[in-house]
Every structure is written in structure tokens, then in C-alpha cells.
């Protein structure tokens, strides 16, 4: 059996919708399992929509009739009649529901999010399944709740293999044979009962829980691009395709801030040696890209550029010249920790550390709070990381790309370069 994933993209609007039962229609042979994300952006309008709900502001109705008005023109152009699409409406109400009712002022920020936000996939998926079986593709909606069982962290849930794994393959490996089945993405349900959420663009990570859980032949994600670039097509003038990576490759390009996979993908997939197409759902007659096993690691060695803006650059210094080792930088690191930030790149002196970091005021807050009484510590906005993976000494090629930008921090490691713009 196979496992397709597709992103909101590909199901933005009735006709992306169409294009999606297109390609199920031609590429998919033998027994299917789907995952589906949210509609277009309508994920970040629930994000809006839980911020306007928990603070209780006006507006919380204007998004809840936006995010309506949205999925009913999709309803309306894909033609499907009232009585088929009732479950959407369901869904709509209880949404509803939920943001006119007074909040439970015990219940925490993240959970009311894991309430309000997965009904982007599962309304989604419903106007999926229900197209598709209107227009005679058979399939059957499945809630993806009742088999990624998570650890109960509200919006970076931890997947329970152990009762997972058992739950998709005993119950929905029968199914398969009978007809393709049409999931969530991105959703799941704590041991406590209640809804968790992966991540944003947990999507992908999802279709490989599905993968490894019932030995899937391989996954395919389908993008609105040709496979994986060695730059983002929307900053670089031409980027290459890259046609093979190995899963080393991947997590590598994911770890450097390469948003073609979510990078928990790769572990399920490289432990049972399932590869992963990323193909284009525009034309799926082309080859896009593989990622596969491979002994030797590395499948390429195109140059890969990977460009980071809005980043903080933080300067950490000691106040009485001790040296940054050991215990001082225990100390960096586990307010780092506690303040939430993640490193994308790091340096130290003597006496000072220097980290960059994706903007966040009041992570900064809470660092600089934190670091206070031993350190000096200053701030630079406004940074571009740029890292060259598979980096091959092209100087003229980077001149160009850092133009007349100052490099604030330079590093090189076996695999990549890394430069911090400003
Ligand atoms: N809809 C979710 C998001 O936008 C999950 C996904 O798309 O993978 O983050
Ligand atoms: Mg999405």
C-alpha cells in the first residue's frame, strides 16, 4: 500500500480540489491511504480565531464567518448538494459553538488551540471525501484522532508509537483493500482524551506515522513545485532540481531551516527504509524528487542554499571576564532552554557567546531577564542566515548573493557554510 499527503496548497480552492481528485484518479494503483492538510491559509486564520476567542475581542465573529464563507464557496463550486454535505456543516456548528460559549478560564492557551484548530482538517477532509464520492471515487474518512495517539503536549504532541501503531494496523489494514482511505493530517488525540496538535506543518509527518505503521510501500507528498530545490524559487533566479537525496541529506537540509519536509518525517520513513517521492500535483508526470536509503550518505553534491531572514543576533559576555566555558555556558544554554529559543547558529569567544535565533520579542525579554545578573548581553535585528550546504568554494556565485550585505558571523563545517547577513 501507499501513503499520499496533500498540503493546503493543493487544496486551496474547488478547482485545486478537482486537480487533487485528478491525480488520485491517475496515479494511484492498489490500496490508498490519504492525508490531508487544512484548506489554503485557513490554519493561520484558526490560529487568528483562537487568539480573538481566548481574548475574548469582537472579531472572533468576523474570522469564524471568514473561515465560513471560505470552505461554503468551495462547497458551492464543487457542486455538492445540502444533504451530502451536512457533516461539514456539523463541523461548522461546533465550531461555532465553542467560541460563543464563555471560556473556561482554567483551561490553558494551548489546549483551547488543540480544541479550535484541527477543524481545518477535519472539515477539509470531509469536502474532500465527499467530492470524491460524489463524482465515484470510492474512499472513506477516517478520523486520524482515533489512531495517532500522542503524549498530551498541546501543539507539539509526541507520538505514542506503542498504541499507535497497533490501532492503524489492526483496524484500518483491512479497510485498505476495500477502498482508499481519507485522513487528517496534523491532528491527533492525547492520552487524556482530548484533540493534540504535531506542529505546524505536521502534515508530512503524519503521512510517514501512517507509513511505518502499516509498512507502506512508499509516501508521496504532493507540492505545488517540481520536487525538492537546491533554493527557494521565490528568492533564487534558477534552482535546480534535485532528483535523489538520502535521508541523511534530508534531515540535514531540514535541521539548516530547508522548508521542503517537516523534518520528523524522515526518522519513521529511514527506519523502515520506506522512500519518500515529493512530486508535483500540477504534473505528476514528472519525476520530482526521491528520498531513499543510501549507504554512503550523500546522493549529491549540488550546492544548496537555504535563506533564514528576521533573524535576532544575540551577544552574551561575561561581566567579570570569566571565561565562556563549562559553567558559563551551562548557564547560557539553559536559559536559552527556558526562554524557548532555538540556536540556528552559534560562536564563542573568550568571553562572549553568539547566537542567531528567528526574531521573538518576548522570548528576548525573557533571555535577557534570565542572563541579567551575570552577563552583558546585547541584541542585533534584522539578520539574514544564509547556509550553503554542500558548500564547494563557488566564491562568485556567494558574492553575488551577499552583494553589499556586512557577513557578521561566518562558520564552516564539513558540510556547509554558514554566513549571518545584515
Ligand atoms: N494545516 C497545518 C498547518 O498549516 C498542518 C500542515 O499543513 O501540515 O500547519
Ligand atoms: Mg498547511
Same mark, same amino acid.
Given at each position: 500500500?501507499?501513503?499520499?499527503?496533500?498540503?493546503? &496548497?493543493s487544496?486551496? @480552492?474547488?478547482? &485545486?480540489?478537482?486537480?487533487?481528485?485528478?491525480?488520485?484518479?491517475?496515479?494511484?494503483?492498489?490500496?490508498?491511504?490519504?492525508?490531508?492538510?487544512? =484548506?489554503?491559509?485557513?490554519?493561520?486564520?484558526l490560529?487568528?480565531?483562537?487568539?480573538?476567542?481566548?481574548?475574548?475581542? $469582537?472579531?472572533?465573529?468576523?474570522?469564524?464567518?471568514?473561515?465560513?464563507?471560505?470552505?461554503?464557496?468551495?462547497?458551492?463550486?464543487?457542486q455538492?448538494?445540502?444533504?451530502?454535505?451536512?457533516?461539514?456543516?456539523?463541523?461548522?456548528?461546533? /465550531?461555532?459553538?465553542?467560541?460563543?460559549?464563555?471560556?473556561?478560564?482554567? @483551561?490553558?492557551?494551548?489546549?483551547?488551540?488543540?480544541? %479550535?484548530?484541527?477543524?481545518?482538517?477535519?472539515?477539509?477532509?470531509? %469536502?474532500? @471525501?465527499?467530492?470524491?464520492?460524489?463524482?465515484?471515487?470510492? +474512499?472513506?474518512?477516517?478520523?486520524?484522532?482515533?489512531?495517532?495517539?500522542?503524549?498530551?503536549?498541546?501543539?507539539? &504532541?509526541?507520538?505514542?508509537?506503542?498504541?499507535?501503531?497497533?490501532?492503524?494496523? @489492526?483496524?484500518?489494514?483491512?479497510?485498505?483493500?476495500?477502498?482508499?482511505?481519507?485522513?487528517?493530517?496534523?491532528?491527533g488525540?492525547?492520552?487524556?482524551?482530548? +484533540?493534540?496538535?504535531?506542529?505546524?506543518?505536521?502534515?508530512?509527518?503524519?503521512?510517514?506515522?501512517?507509513?511505518? &505503521?502499516?509498512?507502506?510501500?512508499?509516501?508521496?507528498?504532493?507540492?505545488?513545485v517540481?520536487?525538492? =530545490?537546491n533554493?527557494? !524559487?521565490?528568492?533564487? $533566479?534558477? !534552482?535546480? #532540481?534535485?532528483?535523489?537525496?538520502?535521508?541523511?541529506?534530508?534531515?540535514?537540509?531540514?535541521?539548516?531551516?530547508a522548508?521542503?519536509?517537516?523534518?520528523?518525517?524522515?526518522? !519513521? #520513513?529511514?527506519?523502515?527504509?520506506?522512500?519518500?517521492?515529493?512530486?508535483?500535483?500540477?504534473?505528476?508526470?514528472? !519525476?520530482?524528487?526521491?528520498?531513499?536509503?543510501?549507504?554512503?550518505?550523500? /546522493?549529491?553534491?549540488i550546492?544548496c542554499y537555504?535563506?533564514k531572514?528576521?533573524?535576532?543576533?544575540?551577544?552574551?559576555?561575561?561581566?567579570?571576564?570569566?571565561?565562556?566555558? $563549562?559553567?558559563?555556558?551551562?548557564?547560557?544554554?539553559?536559559?536559552?532552554?527556558?526562554?524557548?529559543?532555538?540556536?540556528?547558529? =552559534?560562536?564563542?569567544?573568550?568571553?562572549?557567546f553568539?547566537?542567531?535565533?528567528?526574531?521573538?520579542?518576548?522570548?528576548t525579554?525573557?533571555?535577557?531577564?534570565?542572563?541579567?545578573?551575570?552577563?552583558?548581553?546585547?541584541?542585533?535585528?534584522? +539578520?539574514?542566515?544564509?547556509?550553503?550546504?554542500?558548500?564547494?568554494?563557488g566564491?562568485?556565485?556567494?558574492d553575488?548573493?551577499i552583494?553589499?550585505?556586512?557577513?557578521?558571523?561566518?562558520?564552516?563545517?564539513?558540510?556547509?557554510?554558514? /554566513?549571518? #547577513?545584515?
Amino acid at each position: 500500500m501507499r501513503v499520499f499527503k496533500f498540503g493546503g &496548497a493543493s487544496v486551496k @480552492s474547488a478547482s &485545486a480540489v478537482k486537480n487533487v481528485a485528478e491525480v488520485l484518479r491517475t496515479q494511484s494503483d492498489g490500496p490508498l491511504l490519504v492525508v490531508i492538510s487544512a =484548506m489554503g491559509k485557513i490554519t493561520n486564520k484558526l490560529e487568528s480565531l483562537v487568539d480573538a476567542y481566548y481574548y475574548n475581542k $469582537e472579531e472572533k465573529r468576523v474570522l469564524y464567518k471568514e473561515i465560513l464563507n471560505f470552505h461554503a464557496e468551495i462547497i458551492q463550486d464543487l457542486q455538492i448538494a445540502e444533504n451530502e454535505y451536512y457533516e461539514v456543516e456539523n463541523l461548522l456548528i461546533e /465550531l461555532e459553538c465553542i467560541i460563543e460559549k464563555k471560556r473556561d478560564e482554567s @483551561s490553558p492557551y494551548d489546549t483551547e488551540y488543540d480544541r %479550535i484548530v484541527p477543524f481545518g482538517e477535519l472539515i477539509s477532509t470531509k %469536502i474532500v @471525501s465527499t467530492y470524491l464520492n460524489k463524482i465515484g471515487y470510492k +474512499n472513506r474518512w477516517i478520523d486520524a484522532r482515533n489512531f495517532v495517539i500522542t503524549t498530551n503536549k498541546n501543539r507539539a &504532541a509526541n507520538v505514542l508509537w506503542e498504541e499507535s501503531v497497533p490501532l492503524i494496523n @489492526s483496524s484500518l489494514k483491512p479497510l485498505l483493500d476495500r477502498q482508499t482511505i481519507i485522513t487528517q493530517g496534523f491532528i491527533g488525540r492525547g492520552l487524556n482524551h482530548k +484533540n493534540t496538535t504535531l506542529g505546524r506543518e505536521g502534515s508530512d509527518y503524519t503521512a510517514a506515522i501512517f507509513a511505518y &505503521a502499516l509498512d507502506a510501500e512508499s509516501v508521496t507528498i504532493w507540492k505545488d513545485v517540481d520536487g525538492v =530545490m537546491n533554493a527557494d !524559487p521565490r528568492k533564487f $533566479e534558477n !534552482p535546480v #532540481l534535485i532528483d535523489k537525496l538520502s535521508y541523511n541529506e534530508a534531515i540535514e537540509l531540514a535541521y539548516y531551516g530547508a522548508s521542503v519536509i517537516h523534518p520528523k518525517t524522515i526518522q !519513521p #520513513l529511514k527506519n523502515k527504509k520506506i522512500p519518500l517521492y515529493v512530486k508535483s500535483f500540477l504534473d505528476p508526470s514528472k !519525476p520530482g524528487t526521491v528520498v531513499m536509503e543510501n549507504d554512503n550518505c550523500a /546522493l549529491n553534491d549540488i550546492q544548496c542554499y537555504i535563506v533564514k531572514e528576521y533573524q535576532s543576533m544575540v551577544t552574551i559576555a561575561t561581566k567579570d571576564f570569566s571565561f565562556i566555558v $563549562e559553567d558559563n555556558l551551562e548557564l547560557i544554554f539553559s536559559a536559552l532552554n527556558k526562554a524557548g529559543i532555538q540556536l540556528n547558529m =552559534m560562536q564563542n569567544s573568550a568571553i562572549s557567546f553568539i547566537g542567531c535565533y528567528n526574531e521573538d520579542t518576548l522570548k528576548t525579554e525573557e533571555l535577557f531577564a534570565l542572563l541579567a545578573d551575570k552577563f552583558e548581553v546585547s541584541l542585533a535585528k534584522d +539578520n539574514t542566515l544564509l547556509t550553503v550546504f554542500n558548500y564547494n568554494d563557488g566564491k562568485s556565485e556567494l558574492d553575488l548573493i551577499i552583494g553589499l550585505r556586512r557577513v557578521r558571523l561566518e562558520q564552516k563545517s564539513n558540510s556547509a557554510l554558514q /554566513l549571518l #547577513l545584515n
